[in-house]
């Protein structure tokens, strides 16, 4: 076979020097499409992590009132954390709760903690859940554990005593939903238009040697021979739109993505080296399957053997 | 008015005679029927003696117009045989069932003792490298030499470099090009060209050759050295099968000839003559 490996390797060299003009047509578009597959892929996994880091803040707090008996905190304490839905229960005193204030507003406003005599804030159990979407669920649960009236900081109204962000969470969640939605569309759109590319270019590089593919015919030459050049040349031209759009994407992260954490240092933005590694396969593969279908398409309408 | 006669092959391996004139069959024994070339012995050819056989071969491109009707035909190996008829007569359409790039509407098509018409479509390419053809039109790459041509041939079917380099000069001083070997086909008088794409076709040594109106595009001179070469080829034990509208050469060639009109054989003679003026 290494005949035929030569062989096929000229003529589509051969090819792409001829129709140079549809090739780079269809490297450029596969290119663009995967770039912005890559661009969109990054942008989800962007996404996922600001999500993620979001859902890690999601947590319940209950105060609790001055003076509560420990035992019945402790009951309370005991009965969440034993929960499936709970990741972790924590304690936090009056006098942490304190000093966790003092050290976020010192720097803003140093003149609300000089002016502080007392300590105003209660002592709480945060409530860390396995799943942030159950956060609901929970408060039901813990508004309906009767150590939570005994010892929570408002007996009268028992809602004030729990603090959970519900609004944040539903909305984060839809509109990640729609994100990936919107990707995902974008992408399948992405790559209709590339196979409609490669499927033209393929027809064209048919049609500019259908004498050859004729002659071929006639002398005998094998089916899987005729088709074998055009199949590798699709895959040949989006295996270096996949080569550009990696290059650019790589280019991308390394001078942008540090400018951007610096501008919005409250979101982690960074696309770590194994999601870039996984990106660039998905691209690589994505692209030989979308010059091989993309061919195979032009192949089946285009040259009847 | 039509006269001569049919020839079938029954079951015994007999010929019979058919005359259109009486319309009875006569039996005569096949080797009187026939005084074909003997293949070369040991060859391929001398175990397959029936080169061609086509029997009730209709074929329809739309219906109620069919441009071949119920065709029979038996070629043997070595054998030089015209397809006359005028344009639209179904030449070609009879040429490409042999090639099968068409498949027929009704009837049953062997080459060389193998049923063309249930082959499976990846055998068709083994098919085609037992059968050269050549056209009216050379079917030559322009940008390649007359030697570049044939090598591409050879290198399709993956053949060896080494094969190459020693049967394509020896095909091309056969047809008499030695010396046109790095020429381009616009290089090439139209004669030249196709001797060239005669050489493309009996590279490989087929034991069958086709050709449809391969003086189509030539001058009465030219012609009859295209003729002549078809000749020598069919002299070395290669069936050739020849389409034509050319009536001074079929005249003069004094071979078979089977005459095609509308569709339907209408006569099919040994050392025949056109027969009809138009
Ligand atoms: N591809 C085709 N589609 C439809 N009709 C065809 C096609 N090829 C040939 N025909 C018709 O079949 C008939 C025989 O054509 P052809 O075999 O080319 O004749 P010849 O070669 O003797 O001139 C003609 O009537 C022609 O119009
Ligand atoms: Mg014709």
């Known amino acids: 076979m290494s005949i035929n490996l030569g062989y096929f390797i000229r003529e589509s060299v051969v090819n792409f020097r001829r129709n140079w003009v549809l090739s780079l047509g269809a490297v450029i578009t596969i290119y663009l499409s995967l770039l912005l597959v890559g661009v969109s892929l990054a942008t989800s996994v962007v996404v996922t992590n600001i999500v993620k880091s979001v859902e890690e803040k999601v947590s319940i707090q209950i105060f609790i009132k001055d003076g509560a008996n420990s035992s019945d905190v402790t009951s309370l304490q005991n009965a969440v954390a034993k929960d499936d839905l709970v990741k972790s229960v924590r304690y936090i005193s009056k006098e942490e709760a304190l000093r966790i204030f003092k050290e976020q507003t010192m720097k803003e406003s140093p003149e609300i903690v000089e002016q502080l005599e007392d300590n105003p804030l209660p002592a709480s159990l945060d409530v860390e859940l396995k799943d942030p979407r159950n956060v609901e669920q929970m408060v039901v649960k813990i508004k309906a554990n009767p150590d939570f009236l005994k010892v929570c900081d408002r007996p009268d109204k028992p809602e004030e005593s729990l603090k959970y962000s519900e609004q944040t969470v539903k909305k984060l969640f839809a509109l990640t939903n729609i994100v990936r939605v919107v990707l995902a569309a974008f992408i399948g759109m992405l790559a209709v238009v590339s196979l409609i590319f490669i499927n033209n270019a393929i027809r064209l590089a048919i049609y500019a040697r259908r004498k050859e593919i004729g002659i071929m015919r006639l002398v005998g030459a094998g089916n899987w021979f005729i088709r074998t050049p055009f199949l590798l040349e699709g895959v040949i031209q989006s295996l270096i739109g996949a080569a550009l759009a990696i290059a650019t994407l790589g280019v991308v992260r390394a001078a942008l993505m540090p400018r951007i954490g610096e501008a919005l240092p409250f979101l982690p933005m960074s696309v770590n080296t194994t999601a870039s590694l996984q990106i660039s396969a998905v691209l690589v593969v994505s692209g030989v399957l979308i010059g091989l279908v993309g061919a195979a398409f032009a192949l089946r309408r285009y040259l009847k053997v | ?278």
């Open chain 2, 1 to 278: 008015m039509v006269i001569g006669r049919g020839r079938e092959t029954g079951a015994n391996g007999r010929g019979f005679c058919y005359h259109y004139a009486s319309g009875t069959a006569l039996p005569v024994p096949a080797d009187e029927s026939r005084a074909c070339p003997r293949p070369p012995s040991g060859s391929f050819l001398e175990v397959m003696p029936r080169m061609i056989h086509m029997r009730n071969v209709s074929k329809y491109y739309v219906e109620d117009k069919p441009a071949l009707v119920d065709v029979d035909v038996e070629i043997q190996s070595g054998e030089f045989v015209f397809i006359v008829g005028h344009s639209g007569s179904g030449k070609s359409t009879l040429i490409r069932l042999l090639l099968r790039e068409l498949l027929p509407t009704t009837g049953e098509i062997v080459i060389a003792g193998q049923d063309v018409i249930r082959m499976k479509s990846w055998k068709v390419p083994y098919l085609r490298r037992n059968i050269g053809c050549v056209f009216q039109d050379f079917k030559l790459l322009p940008n390649k030499t007359a030697y570049e041509n044939i090598a591409f041939a050879l290198e399709v079917i993956g053949k060896s470099r080494h094969v190459i380099r020693t049967q394509v000069p020896e095909v091309l001083r056969l047809v008499g090009l030695e010396d046109k070997i790095d020429s381009y086909p616009d290089e090439l008088s139209g004669g030249e060209q196709q001797r060239v794409s005669i050489a493309r076709a009996f590279v490989n040594r087929p034991p069958l050759l086709l050709a449809d109106e391969p003086t189509g595009n030539l001058d009465p001179q030219t012609s009859l050295g295209i003729m002549k070469l078809l000749e020598r080829i069919n002299k070395t034990g290669t069936t050739v099968l020849i389409a034509t509208h050319d009536r001074e050469m079929v005249d003069t060639m004094r071979q078979r000839v089977i005459a095609l009109e509308g569709g339907r054989m209408i006569r099919d003679q040994d050392r025949g003559v056109y027969g009809y003026v138009d």
